[in-house]
């Protein structure tokens, strides 16, 4: 018995992707294909409800499906209790998506 607690990906399900100067995007869960580890995401829409300083920021996400869609494979040695998937294109170790989370964050200190 596993003390972790696994969330698989699920179709609707939020997603963030990330990436090395600290940005995050919201992507809603298109597609699933277990036998893979891949999932397919599209970026959501997000609207700006309030602003309450940078770290208060509150959004109202809106799925996008005509966005284009972006393949993602389980990272192999992922925490258990946190799905990370990397981009298929271009696996590159600065930018990955965690599932069961959605946020915005545009780090403007760049």
């Given at each position: 018995?596993?003390?972790?607690?696994?969330?698989?990906?699920?179709?609707?399900?939020?997603?963030?992707?990330h990436n090395?100067?600290?940005?995050?995007?919201?992507?809603?869960?298109?597609?699933?294909?277990?036998?893979?580890?891949?999932?397919?995401?599209?970026?959501?829409?997000?609207?700006?409800?309030?602003?309450?300083?940078?770290?208060?920021?509150?959004?109202?996400?809106?799925?996008?499906?005509?966005?284009?869609?972006?393949?993602?494979?389980?990272?192999?040695?992922?925490?258990?209790?946190?799905?990370?998937?990397?981009?298929?294109?271009?696996?590159?170790?600065?930018?990955?998506?965690?599932?069961n989370?959605?946020?915005?964050?545009?780090?403007?200190?760049?």
């Open positions: 018995m596993s003390p972790f607690k696994i969330i698989p990906p699920l179709i609707g399900m939020g997603a963030t992707s090395v100067i600290g940005n995050q995007l919201p992507h809603t869960i298109h597609s699933v294909c277990s036998s893979s580890n891949t999932i397919e995401t599209t970026l959501d829409d997000c609207e700006l409800i309030s602003d309450n300083g940078t770290e208060n920021m509150e959004y109202n996400f809106q799925t996008n499906r005509t966005n284009e869609i972006i393949r993602w494979v389980l990272k192999e040695s992922a925490n258990p209790t946190h799905s990370i998937y990397f981009p298929e294109e271009v696996k590159s170790p600065y930018q990955y998506l965690k599932i989370t959605k946020n915005k964050y545009i780090n403007s200190n760049i």
